[in-house]
């Protein structure tokens, strides 16, 4: 029988938790856009495991209980806006009650047991509403920006838009940043990012902040309550950015403080 809360060392690659993005693409085995989180966490020397959107909710704890840490993915589902009290909009897509059911238990248990998190696209809006904030339903339409950010209309195959992003100073992912190694140093950098969204926070969640900012204003990352409980958020797909060394460096702090709650609890 695995332990509860087993202890992570070189041996033994941390178990990172990784929801199916959606139930369609679970019952049909889908896997070509979540293969990429999976290889993103092998590559930072994490154990990634399936979490299925399928099971009840004593099932789905008793699986999470044994994990260390957990990536929430990117999806082409919405967030329902019941879940933030906000009326739905004509540009929102169809929401995934098992995905959010199951993202809502894994967060809960993450900050229950100071488990790291790393939120990514679906998955930091999530996150963010979870903690009582909001989203801005549709970029395009509500906010008039002249950045694309999403990959409506384009080819399925076509590549991520880019553009840059300023990371905030005094936070994780600055500090990430500023590591020796990293093309873009110190708080406050630029950065360019990969960007496939057309939904964003709006307001913050409680015990969130910015850590990084498109030019028009589009929050692209948020952290919970920096060095101390290691939850970050990001709306750029740094899975899909292998060479791009900021990235990169976050599936790495991911498994580094898995390593560091365990030694600790």
């Not at 695995?2 to 938790?17: I, K, L």
């Not at 708080?187 to 360019?192: A, L, Y």
């Amino acid at each position: 029988m695995t332990p509860a809360n087993p202890q992570p060392s070189a041996a033994n690659r941390p178990r990172v938790g990784i929801p199916w993005r959606t139930s369609q693409e679970e019952v049909s085995r889908i896997t070509n856009k979540l293969q990429y989180y999976f290889a993103a966490v092998t590559a930072a020397e994490g154990e990634p495991v399936h979490v299925s959107l399928q099971l009840s909710l004593s099932d789905l704890a008793s699986q999470i209980k044994d994990l260390d840490a957990f990536v929430l993915p990117g999806a082409p589902t919405d967030v329902n806006p019941a879940l933030y009290r906000a009326p739905r909009r004509e540009k929102t897509h169809d929401d995934d009650a098992n995905r959010e059911k199951t993202d809502f238990a894994i967060l809960e248990h993450a900050f229950a047991s100071s488990k790291p998190v790393l939120a990514i696209c679906y998955g930091c809006q999530s996150l963010n509403v979870c903690l009582g904030g909001s989203l801005y339903q549709d970029i395009a339409s509500e906010l008039h920006t002249n950045i694309e950010h999403s990959k409506e209309g384009l080819a399925p195959d076509a590549p991520d838009p880019v553009h840059p992003a300023r990371i905030e100073s005094g936070g994780e992912i600055a500090q990430l940043a500023a590591a020796p190694g990293l093309a873009n140093r110190g708080g406050g950098s630029e950065v360019q990012i990969n960007t496939s969204h057309h939904q964003s926070v709006r307001d913050l969640g409680h015990g969130l902040r910015v850590a990084a900012v498109a030019p028009d204003g589009v929050i692209e990352a948020v952290e919970h309550e920096p060095h101390k409980h290691w939850v970050v958020g990001v709306q750029w797909h740094p899975e899909r950015m292998k060479d791009h060394a900021l990235s990169s460096a976050l599936f790495r702090a991911l498994v580094q403080a898995t390593r560091a709650a365990a030694a600790h609890r």
